[in-house]
Every structure is written in structure tokens, then in C-alpha cells.
């Protein structure tokens, strides 16, 4: 639905702050709802486009942004709050039960 449904409405939407040229669109339907390679290319391009950054040096020589020197990290390292949650603040809110009833006390 992005492409013909989506994106167009999202157009619309940026063009009535006369901004429609700020909205790209790169998809890609034969691959998974990830942040892969191709993606992470075309968000690259995006940035480096409408942020207006040079970025020349950080391409390779078939002009796709070297990740090469990019670290992956363990994914536990990336979990601030604990594995599961455990390090939350006490006032943070716990359990998805919660937070529909948050939303039922100020959706009204």
C-alpha cells in the first residue's frame, strides 16, 4: 500500500506546508520489514541529501555509504532498562494492560 496509497497521502500532506519536495519514498517489497542494507542506503542518501551533508568520503568506489567501519552491538548492550524491563523507573509505566488503561482514562 505505500507506494500507490501511502506515499501519496503523505505528499499531500507535506505539500500543504509547501514541502512536498522533503518526502522521498524507497521501497522495497520483496524484502523484510527490517533496517537492512538497502534501507539503511536509501535513509543514508536521505539524510545526506536534506541535511545537506557531504558525504562522498564515506562511499565506496560503486557509491554506497561504507559501513565497513560500523560495530554492531550486542543487542543486550543496547537494552537500557534490563533484559526484561527490570531496570525501569518506579514510575515508568509496566504492561500493555497499563497503558490501555491510561488511554481509556484521557481518551475521554
Keep these: 500500500d505505500v507506494p500507490w496509497l501511502e506515499f501519496p497521502f503523505i505528499q499531500r500532506t507535506y505539500a500543504f506546508y509547501g514541502a512536498n519536495d522533503q518526502v522521498e519514498n524507497a521501497h522495497f517489497p ?3 520489514h527490517d533496517y537492512g542494507p538497502s534501507k539503511r542506503q536509501a535513509a543514508y542518501a536521505f539524510m545526506a541529501k536534506h541535511w545537506q ?12 555509504f561504507d559501513e565497513s567501519s560500523c560495530v554492531e552491538e550486542d543487542a543486550k548492550l543496547l ?11 518506579d514510575n515508568a509505566l509496566k504492561g ?3 497503558l490501555y488503561r491510561l488511554f481509556h482514562t484521557y481518551g475521554q
Excluded: M, Q, R
Design 96 to 98: 500493555i494492560e497499563n
Design 30 to 32: 520483496k524484502e523484510g
Design 53 to 64: 551533508l557531504k558525504c562522498a568520503h564515506l562511499k565506496t568506489a560503486e557509491g554506497l
Design 79 to 89: 537494552k537500557v532498562w534490563g533484559e526484561n524491563g527490570e531496570n525501569l523507573p
